[in-house]
């Protein structure tokens, strides 16, 4: 079955970093968009950063500079690091697949939490 999972969140303080992992479950993951997103409580949910099958990323203008995606196709498994953590940062983080190719569907992974104590 499709899973989508992942991992990296936990609590840390302003001005740290962290590095998030994604990893997608599929037998055809070049042939799909990668994401993140993040949502806090009450708000909608953002989206921060795509990568493309080759490697090509994508990035929400106001967070580029501290924020990178990437992805690593022979282990199905992208990444998202982030530096200069704020309080602002704090949400819940999501990986997101999108298909490219064929069936255009989507998956959502459950989301990693990240805390960025003040």
């Known amino acids: 079955q499709v899973q989508l999972v992942e991992s990296g969140g936990g609590l840390v303080q302003t001005g740290g970093s962290l590095r998030l992992s994604c990893v997608f479950s599929?037998?055809?993951?070049?042939?799909?968009?990668m994401s993140w997103y993040r949502q806090s409580p009450g708000k909608q949910r953002e989206w921060i950063a795509s990568?493309?099958?080759?490697?090509?990323?994508t990035y929400l203008d106001s967070l580029k500079d501290r924020f990178s995606i990437s992805r690593d196709n022979p282990k199905n498994t992208i990444y998202l690091e982030m530096s200069n953590l704020q309080r602002e940062d704090t949400a819940v983080y999501y990986c997101?697949?999108?298909?490219?190719?064929?069936?255009?569907?989507?998956?959502w992974g459950q989301g990693t939490q990240v805390t960025v104590s003040s």
């Open positions: 997101y697949a999108q298909r490219t190719v064929g069936d255009r569907v989507d998956f």
């Open positions: 990568v493309n099958a080759r490697g090509a990323p």
């Open positions: 599929t037998d055809a993951f070049r042939l799909y968009i």
